[in-house]
Structures are given as C-alpha cells and as structure tokens.
C-alpha cells in the first residue's frame, strides 16, 4: 500500500506541471497574436485618399445612410414532417438484411463485369495542310453500331474470324494497309520521235548574204570556202573553212549559238559548241561525215566547178528556191521561183509550200483553211518523193543527186505563224523578230499634255504654219574641234589630204588621186587643216607675215548608198586602227556631203556604180563644189536638168529649163571626163571634144518630165502631229538644182518649190495638217496640191533627180489585207473646206463622212443649233468641261 501511496504522489505532481506548462504557452501564444494585431490600431487611414475616387468623392457631398442588406435564412426543414407523415412506422429489421462476406464472393464469380459504354472521342479541328505524299493506310475507326439495352451495359463479343467489326473482310483490310514500292515500277519513257535526220550537214555561204543550206552529211561536201555545222541529237561540230569571210562566220557563231541555247533546236541537244580545228573534235567530225582514218583532207581544197562560178554564190543557190501557194479552191500555183524569199510573202490566211531543194517547208498561217493546209501537205509530199528537174548541179550544190527523189537527208517540216527554226529562219534576210522593250520604271518622262479641243488644235495648227514660214534654210556649218567652220570661209587653209579605200575587211590602201567615188565602196579621206585667226596684227598695225593657227587633221569616211553596214562597220574600225591619236571623225554618206568636204575635189567629185553611163549635174554657187552622179534605170530627164553621157563620145544634155551655171559646170565635168579618162569609162574615144545637145534638139530618146513654174531646188518640212521640223540639206544653196532625193520623203511632208507648195502623205492627211499648210502659204501666191503615196503627178517627180515608184505592202502581222485609202491630187482648199464643213446630224451619226475626218471628235461636223440641241450648251462650255465628261457625253449620243 505504502508503495501504492508513493507512486500516486509522484505522478500528481508531474500532471499539474504538464498542465501547467500548457496553460503557459498558451498564454504566450494570445499575448503574441495581440501583439500582432496591435499594428491596425498604429495605423490611420487619410480620409483624403477616399475621395480619389469618384465613388469617394460622391459619399462625401452626398451622405446616405448605408443600409445592410439581409439575406432571408433558409429552414431546411421545412416540410420534411409533410413528407414524411404518410410513412408507416418502421418494421423490425428482417432477417434477409443480414448478409455474409462468402455471398459477394458467389455474386462476382457469376456476374459479369459492369462497363462504361465508350464513346468516340470528339475529333479536334485541325487545318488541312497540303501534301504531295502518297497516304498511309492505318486502321479505320471503328464506329459504335446500335445498340441494345444489353449492349450499352455489356461488351460486345467478338465478330467471326473473316469479318471485323466494320463490315470489311479482314483480307481487305490488310490490302489497304499494305503499301506500294514505287521504286521497283519501272516507267515508260515517252519516245518523241525528231522530224530531223540523225546527221545534218548545214553550210552557211555567200558574200553580201549568206546562205544557209542544209547538204549532203558527206566528207565530200566540206571545202574552205565556206564554214559548216554538224549536227547530231547530243553534238554540235564547227568547221571553218580557210577561206570564209566575215559573214559567214558571224552567221555561222549565231547559228550554233541559237542551237545549244535552245534545248532540241534542230533535234540538237548540245550544251556547247566543238570547234573541229581542235584535235579532240576533230577525227570525230571527219567519222561522222565517212571519212576513214586513212583518208586525209586538205584544208585549201575548193572544187574546181565552184571556181569557176563567176556570179556571187547566193544568186546561183537562189535559183534553186522555188515558193507555192494554195488557192481557195485548193490548187496549188507557183508564188515565186528564182529568188531569194521575202518576209513580205507571209500572211495569216496563206498557206505556203517553200521548196529550198534539200529542205521543203509547209508554212500555215493562223487564219489559213485547213483544208488547204492539208493540200499543201500532200503536196509537199510528193515533191519529195519526185525529182527536181529545176535544179542544176545538184552535187556542186547539195553534194547529192535529185534524180530519183529527194535523199533521205532531206528534210520535210510544216512550220505554224511565229514559230520557225533555226534552218527556215536564216533563209530570210530581212526576217522580222519581235523585241520586248523593257523600259526603266523610274526614268524621267514628260508630263502629260492635257487634250486639245477643236478651237485650240485650230489656233496651235495656225501658230506652227506662221513659225515654218518666217525660219528660212540655212546654211550647214560643219564644226570640228569645236570651231565651226563655214562654207565661205576664208581662214580655212588646207594644208595636205590624204585618200584611202577600204579593201577586203580591214585594209586601207592609199590612192594617188582622188575624184571618181563608187557607191558599193567606202573611202577616207585625211585632211590636214589650218584656222587662222581674224584681226590680228602687228604692234604698227600691218598684217603678220607669216601664218597662224596650229596644224589640225581631221578624218571623213565616205559611205556609198549602196555599202552594206557590215563595209561601214568595218571602214570604222579600220580608221579607228589607223589613228592612233584620236582625231575628229566625221561620216559623210552619199548626197549628204557637206560643202567643205565637196571642196576638197575642186568641183570635179563623180559618182559611179550603177554603169548606165548617165550623169546627173549637182551645180552650185561654187564651181568647187560640183559634182555629178550616175543614175539607174528607168532614166527620165527633167526639164530644169543638166546630164552629161559618156558614150564613145562625152555629151552634155542641158533641159530647157536649165540655168547657165548648171550648163558650166557640166561642161566643167565632161573636160574633167576627157582629161582623166578612168578605166571605168572603157568605151571612150580619143576625141578631146565635148558634144552638147539641149532639149529642143531632141538627139536622145530619153523620155523628159518637168516642174510646174520652176524656180528653185524644193524646201522640205516633215509634219507630225502637233509640231513640225525642217530637213536638213547639206549642200543647201539657192543655185541648187535638187536639194533632196525620194528616200527624204516619210510619214506626212510639205514641199515647198517656191511657185507651188506640195503636202505628200503616205496615208490620209490628217486635218491638223492640212490647216498648218494652209496657214503656211498664207500671203503667198500659187497653187496648194495635196498628194498621196503611189499617186504622185510627174510634175512632183521632177522635183527629185530620180524616181522609183512606190508600192504598196500590206502589213504582214494583220489577219486582213487592208489596203491604205489613196486618191489622185486634189486641191488642198477643197479637202481643207470638206473636212471643216458642217454635216445633218442623222449623217455624222451614221458616220457617213468623207474619209478622212475626225471621227473622235465628230461633234465638230454638227452646225450651232444641232450641237445645243444635242449637247444642251454651246461650244465653249461644251470644250471647257473635263476631258473625260467630254467623252461622256459623246458615248451618250452616239458621237463615239
């Protein structure tokens, strides 16, 4: 018991220090929150600061008492008595309510599982991205089929063994997840067989034109004389031959350029070009075209037949061209034989056969019948199954035979508008390509000038008249090293000239003489020059003795009429070698030769070339400057003309017009004849006499045209559209018989010969120019003629020293043939009076107009009172308005 006591004391006192203990920290713990929540009562709230806000400010200018708001307790129950009263009273638990574990073991051994029905999952937006890849067969979703109300609890089992779930065969299912190797199918290539042969041999030949043939793919056809390209599907051969000029170099390196720029150019697929001088390039060449290896070929081997060829070689090949041209009907016709083709013989509703010997091409224009295109197929076909008796020299000119058909070298293609090969293309010389022009998107342009009504074009037109009357021609002043040097100068002193003639491509052989001029040569002409200075004199004031003015040179390069570009090309640069220090260089063509250069020859310049042995007399106020040239065929005389004829005898025929100091300087020529004699005049005699013959006389029958009122050589001025310019002459004086030659004439010009005043136009005059010439000759007595290209009167002819009568050619690139409008000469006051009068408004409506008019502006043609009846305003207001209300109203009355 004493132990008991013992034990009870001792654990009492550690209770009560337990609790003690407790009672400590809890008091500790109270007094640390109080102290933490000591710091809201530190601080004070600025009641300032809550009327920051609207809200503050509003609750202290209008206080309100705020009103709590009280939410209503909800008594949960409420109503259960009422719910519950109609329940019995609950019966003592039933025996069935006690339950073993072991009977939920017999519920899950035989009950099957309970599953959550699935559902498809909802399909997440994504955009659609393209693709070129083949899609990858996966495993279809499976969708849930209907289902019962055992269904939705239960699993449904498995299908049979041949069919899944979705209805397809499981062999099916495999076959569209199976995946193709691509790799192992083996595609056909297209094969596109060439319309040309395998080897072609194509020689590119001529002189001034170079001809390009296809011949024979022989080693036999290649000679020096010429340069060769052989083609092949993957090769492209150049053979120069020893002898080949220029051109047919150039036109060779274009050829063989256009080849391996362009893929199967030809049936070429070449990349670049093999030169055959090469030793790589060249035993293939030669085994290509037969040539065994123990053949050898010389480099300057020429047939002697081609030698012998005294015409230039394209003229003889030209011969070989024949052209054929299918009829509406479908007959078949000779175009043209015997000459080179023209770019002018296409047009869009032709259909064409050209048979170039070696070659046979069958054009088709984009609007030609296609049953004549057919035709023109058959027929091409049997040209080359046939023989071409036409043809001479077939192996001098193709290396192959004709006789029984053409060979199988040949080639036979039907070519569509705008498309044509290489080969088709270079039988043109004057070919026509369309060039792109590709202009700067920031260069500098003019501004727009705003459109002219009638009453403004009609003052500007007046305006341009007055202006070309008062500027009269001037003199040329020719000007070098920036000093101008005029005609009548007399501080020009020639100190030595120096005369040159372009021989072959760059030789300038140096000449004694200098005074007969060919127009199919180039010639330069050095010129060693001083300029004195004027009015310079000694301290005494008499005149320096001795010369001034430093010592200058100059070059001119004389280019004939009849000179190819590529002589005038190389005549420049073959002075460019020749002066190395960089001095004026001044190009002088035929009859534009200033009067400086003409006084180098002291009136005694002839030019020859077209070997009629008739001569033109060209005097002027100068007896240095001289000159006469040859004239072609048809010769006419005019009226007011001096000619000299070399015969076997010297003639000088003087018109009845003719003034005295054109018959001294013919005479002054036919002396310069006989005392030069030049090889060029081979028919002439020893006599030292000159003959001289005047109109009335009649020795010659030579057909003679004149003048009307012939005064002085014509001014000419080219019209355009709202300005118009002088033509330049350079050898402009008032003692000129002719200033200006055909070529002169373009577009619309007003020729002036003093006495009558002439407006020529290539197509209908325009109003504007008809009132600028008008204003022209205002003052001024004589007739006004206007006159339209082709229908030019004789006595406008005989203002010109010769005369080719113009043709007309239709515009290649049109789908109809429109002949430009033409009428014979009228008088210029009668057009003018036509075009400006006033028509009934039913006829300017129905443009039942002269040619001619206006037909933008036709509301011009209308009188005052159709024009406010119309328009519903005047003139004045009407043009006044903007351009494009103008318009407007216009398409509003059918004046469109």
């Known amino acids: 018991m004493a132990s008991d006591n013992v034990a009870v004391k001792v654990a009492k006192p550690e209770l009560g220090i337990g609790v003690y203990r407790r009672g400590i920290l809890e008091e500790r713990k109270n007094k640390l929150v109080e102290s933490s929540e000591k710091w809201r009562s530190r601080v004070h709230a600025d009641p300032e600061l809550e009327n920051l806000e609207a809200v503050g400010r509003m609750r202290k200018d209008h206080k309100c008492k705020v009103m709590p708001t009280r939410t209503p307790a909800i008594d949960i129950g409420k109503g259960l008595d009422r719910f519950y009263s109609s329940c019995c009273s609950v019966s003592p638990p039933s025996k069935l309510l006690h339950i073993s574990d072991a009977e939920f073991d017999d519920i899950t051994s035989h009950t099957p599982k309970l599953l959550v029905p699935s559902r498809p999952l909802a399909r997440r937006r994504v955009r659609n991205r393209a693709t070129h890849r083949l899609p990858e067969f996966s495993s279809p979703i499976v969708s849930s089929a209907p289902v019962t109300p055992l269904d939705y609890r239960l699993k449904k089992e498995e299908s049979k063994d041949d069919v899944s779930e979705t209805g397809i065969a499981i062999s099916a299912k495999k076959g569209l997840q199976s995946k193709l190797d691509y790799s192992a199918v083996k595609l056909k290539k297209a094969e596109v ?495 030292d006499e000159v003959i001289e013959v005047s109109e009335e006389d009649g020795a010659f029958n030579i057909p003679v045209i004149s003048a009307d009122n012939w005064e002085q050589a014509p001014r000419l001025i080219r019209l355009y559209e709202t300005d118009g310019k002088d033509v330049t002459c350079q050898q402009w004086d008032p003692q000129l018989p002719f200033s200006f030659t055909q070529r002169d004439l373009k577009d619309t010009m007003l020729v002036d010969q003093g006495t009558k005043l002439w407006l020529w136009t290539e197509d209908v005059a325009s109003t504007y120019a008809l009132r600028v010439v008008n204003s022209y000759w205002r003052g001024r007595n004589g007739p006004k003629c206007v006159i339209c290209k082709t229908r030019e009167p004789d006595a406008f002819k005989a203002l010109f020293p010769e005369w080719d009568n113009f043709i007309d050619e239709a515009p290649e690139d049109e789908s109809v043939q429109v002949v430009p409008q033409r009428w014979d000469p009228c008088d210029l006051d009668e057009l003018l009076r036509s075009r400006t009068q006033y028509w009934p408004l039913e006829k300017v409506v129905a443009r039942d107009l002269p040619s001619g008019v206006d037909l933008k502006r036709l509301e011009q043609y209308l009188n005052d009172k159709d024009f406010e009846t119309v328009f519903e305003m005047d003139r004045q207001a009407f043009y006044s308005l903007p351009h494009w209300k103008q318009i407007e109203l216009r398409k509003k009355h059918q004046l469109f």
């Open 193 to 687: 067989k060439s319309p040309y042969p395998d080897l072609m041999l194509i020689r590119i030949k001529g002189e001034k034109h170079a001809d390009v043939r296809l011949v024979a793919p022989k080693y036999s056809s290649i000679h020096a004389y010429a340069v060769f390209i052989l083609l092949t599907p993957m090769r492209l051969f150049l053979y120069t031959g020893k002898y080949a000029n220029l051109i047919e170099k150039t036109k060779a390196t274009q050829i063989a350029t256009s080849v391996c720029s362009k893929n199967g150019e030809l049936g070429c697929y070449a990349k670049q070009v093999e030169y055959v001088g090469e030793q790589t390039s060249g035993s293939e060449f030669w085994k290509l075209l037969g040539c065994t290896d123990g053949e050898s070929f010389r480099e300057d081997y020429v047939p002697d037949q081609l030698l012998q060829i005294v015409e230039p070689f394209e003229e003889m090949i030209a011969a070989t061209n024949i052209i054929f041209k299918i009829a509406a009907d479908n007959s078949v016709f000779t175009f043209s034989s015997a000459e080179v083709p023209k770019y002018s013989v296409f047009h869009p509703s032709a259909n064409l056969v050209f048979d170039f010997g070696s070659e046979i091409y069958v054009w088709a224009g984009r609007s030609a019948d296609r049953n004549g295109t057919r035709q023109a197929l058959a027929y091409a076909e049997e040209l080359r199954s046939q023989s071409a008796p036409h043809i001479k020299n077939a192996e001098l000119l193709f290396g192959d035979s004709f006789d029984g058909g053409r060979p199988s070298w040949c080639v036979l293609m039907k070519m569509a508008q705008g498309l044509g090969d290489a080969l088709f293309r270079h039988k043109f010389h004057d070919w026509k390509t369309s060039t792109v022009r590709l202009s700067n998107r920031w260069e500098m342009r003019p501004p727009k000038r705003d459109m002219l009504n009638v009453m403004e074009e009609e003052a500007m037109a007046v305006e341009l008249g007055r202006s070309l009357a008062a500027n009269c021609p001037k003199e040329s002043v020719l000007i070098l090293e920036e000093t101008e040097l005029e005609r009548r100068a007399d501080n020009v002193f020639t100190e030595g000239l120096q005369f040159m003639v372009l021989e072959g491509e760059n030789e300038l052989r140096e000449l004694d003489a200098m005074h007969m001029f060919a127009s199919d040569a180039c010639y330069v002409i050095k010129w060693e020059y001083r300029v004195e200075r004027t009015g310079i004199h000694k301290l005494d004031g008499g005149k320096r003795e001795h010369d001034t003015g430093r010592r200058r040179i100059a070059y001119f390069f004389w280019l004939g009429s009849n000179t190819t570009k590529k002589q005038q090309g190389l005549c420049a640069l073959a002075l460019r070698d020749l002066d190395r220090d960089r001095h004026p260089h001044e190009r002088v063509l035929q009859n534009q030769e200033p009067p400086l250069f003409l006084q180098f020859f002291n009136g005694s310049m002839i030019v020859t070339g077209t070997g009629t042995n008739v001569f033109v007399v060209l005097g002027s106020s100068l007896p240095s400057e001289y000159r006469m040239v040859e004239l072609s065929e048809p010769i006419v005389f005019r009226s007011h003309g001096v000619y000299v004829i070399v015969r076997d005898t010297v003639t000088v025929w003087y018109g009845a017009r003719s003034k005295e100091i054109w018959r001294n300087a013919g005479l002054h020529l036919a002396k310069h004849i006989l005392d030069v004699r030049d090889a060029y005049f081979e028919n002439l005699n020893e006599s």
